[in-house]
């Protein structure tokens, strides 16, 4: 195997062990030695890798990211052949599957739990920003370009509903009963955001997902 292929491995080995490990035990109840134990490495490897522990949750926050937008986007391109309007397959299919990915119990705990207290508020929302935004975005001209919502400022708005589907997911991994709780957020997210839609626009053949 060649250098550059040995450190790629290392890395994503380094990832799945941190990733593992911060949702067991949290940030503050994981060593680095915790770490290079579970991935089978040296202490040397991991710096190599990253500078110190908080570049590596970084990392992994960024990586666990990434996760939710694809699977979101999945979601999206496999509801195209589906008889639904263009409302529904973003907006309602959107939603659902953001906060199913939020149930996964490494999503709960570094990234809507230990992620604001680790790289503080600051730096958290900007790699939200960084990764969901774009999406939401995307889907935003999307539903205005087909007439369904109200002609405005693209970045005002994509910015509040990044903020309430945040919001919503932080509210249902602090709930006692999760699965009560992701249901009734779903519900509410969705009534929240039909109140936007203006009727009689929308033609799902549009659709650029």
Known sequence: MKKAE???VTRLTLLE???ELFTERGYAGTTTEDIVQRAGVTRGALYYQFRDKAGLFRAVLEELNLNIVTQVVRALQSSQGEQRDLWNQIVHIGINAYLDACLDPAVQRIALTEAYAVLGWEEHRELDKRTGLGLIRSAIQELLDAGLITPQ???????LILSAITEASMYIVRA???PTARKEMGASLERMLDGMRMEGGGDSSGYRW
Request: hydrophobic residues 45%; glycine residues 6%.
């Open 17 to 19: 062990a941190a990733r």
């Open 176 to 178: 006692d009963d999760i």
């Open 153 to 159: 400022p693209l970045g005002p708005l994509a910015c």
């Open 6 to 8: 040995q450190s790629a």
